[in-house]
């Protein structure tokens, strides 16, 4: 839960509640005007030795849910096939919504993108 958390980015706090549970709170973005304050419980568990599984447990207002498995390349390679959906809440009017879905959507990816460059660079860093 601490390399989930270290590596996760844009967190205001984080909570480990139990060795499969992390609690996580987003730093506020602010786009159009809009704020979204994102936060949500996540357990995570490996349903095989090479397959992590997470989902949201708990949230007001985001919804996780993927799936990493893991598959040695070589010795000294492993191949991440990652897979996630993400879905947020947030309360703005049907025009707003079409302006700022776009901007959400990049926000999303190149969150996801930042998490997995720092995820791999922390797991080099170990071996």
């Known amino acids: 839960m601490a390399t989930i958390a270290a590596n996760y980015g844009g967190l205001q706090s984080h909570r480990i509640i139990d060795d ?3 609690q996580l709170t987003l730093i506020p973005k602010s786009e159009a005007g809009v704020t979204f304050h994102g936060a949500y419980t996540g357990v995570y568990r490996f349903s ?4 992590l599984e997470w989902s ?3 949230t ?3 919804w996780s849910n ?4 893991f598959v040695a ?7 991440v096939e990652f897979s996630q959906k993400i879905e947020c809440e947030m309360q703005v009017n049907m025009l707003l919504g079409k302006i700022i879905q776009p901007i959400v959507t990049r926000e999303i990816n190149q969150g ?4 997995l460059e720092r995820m791999r660079a922390s797991l080099a860093r170990k071996s």
């Open 56 to 58: 949201t447990s708990d």
């Open 73 to 79: 390349v070589d010795d000294r390679r492993t191949r």
């Open 112 to 115: 996801v993108k930042g998490y």
């Open 60 to 62: 007001k207002n985001m």
């Open 48 to 51: 095989a030795p090479d397959v």
């Open 20 to 22: 499969a549970t992390l």
């Open 66 to 69: 993927g799936r990493a498995r």
